[in-house]
Each structure stands twice: as structure tokens, then as C-alpha cells.
């Protein structure tokens, strides 16, 4: 992901749950080895998974989106 890319295009920044404007901002995971993966259930030791996102120099994942602060709602691209 590109510093300084917060914004999404293309998608409405409406809340699902309450339809308030939602809020552009990234979410900065920390990830020392194999960035992140998305997981359909949660196990134990969090084997297997899709790789979603690559982490940077830091160590970091970035994920650029909204999110809601009243229904705590994340909406994000990987
Ligand atoms: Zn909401």
C-alpha cells in the first residue's frame, strides 16, 4: 500500500449499519512475519488463511478505509 493513500475510490463513505458519514483514516497492524491473512473462522494457532496484506518497513500492515465511531464498523481495502 502507498504512504499517504487514505481514500478509497469509488466507495460511499455511508456507514452499513447506521448510514452516518464514515471517517477516511488507515489501520496500522503490527506484523513482524507474514503480513496479514484473512481467516473465514478463528483457530487456535491461525494456521493457513489468504495473505490480504504485505507488511512494510516496521514491520507494519496498512489497510486503507472508514470507519464508523458510533457502531464501531470498519470498511477497508486490502
Ligand atoms: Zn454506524
Redesign the pocket.
Known sequence: MRDGDSQMEGLPPK??????A?EPGSVAAESLVGGAKWHKARSTLALGGEKIGDYTTGGMVWFDGYR?V??R?LLMRY
Open positions: 456507514c452499513p449499519n447506521c448510514g452516518s464514515m464508523c458510533k457502531c464498523i
